[in-house]
């Protein structure tokens, strides 16, 4: 099993900045791929970006390109998402993932095998 906490949501204005932090325990040696979804009110939870444990590929949404940057560091267990720019379409809980498998389907939620409790991110006009 692998237990997934995220931390850094809060309430910030448009244009403004956050970096959410996605800690990462147990057995993290199966772990291929991180990930951050985003769950708004009345909406289906939805890729945000990913990736690879070992830190060589990323993979965004349109929607955040160019705005969020993911990274991290598996000798810490650790995952980032900066977030730059932030708009108000981008108010929902943020969830971690991490993945068991190394595949191309990074932009599912199916292809994910553990989640973590979610942290909210409010942004206002």
């Known amino acids: 099993q692998v237990q997934l906490v995220e931390s850094g949501g809060g309430l910030v204005q448009a244009g403004g900045s956050l970096r959410l932090s996605c800690a990462a325990s147990g057995r993290t040696f199966s772990i291929y791929v991180m990930g951050w979804f985003r769950q708004a009110p009345g909406k289906e939870r939805e890729f945000v970006a990913a990736?690879?444990?070992?830190?060589?590929?990323?993979f965004y949404a349109n929607s955040v390109k160019g705005r969020f940057t993911i990274s991290g560091d598996n000798a810490k267990n650790t995952v980032w998402l900066q977030m730059n720019s932030l708009r108000t379409e981008d108010t929902a809980v943020y969830y971690c993932?991490?993945?068991?498998?190394?595949?191309?389907?990074?932009?599912?939620?199916?292809?994910?095998?553990?989640w973590g409790q979610g942290t909210q991110v409010t942004v206002s006009s």
């Open positions: 990736i690879s444990w070992s830190g060589t590929s990323t």
């Open positions: 993932a991490a993945s068991k498998v190394d595949g191309s389907t990074w932009y599912k939620r199916s292809s994910y095998d553990y």
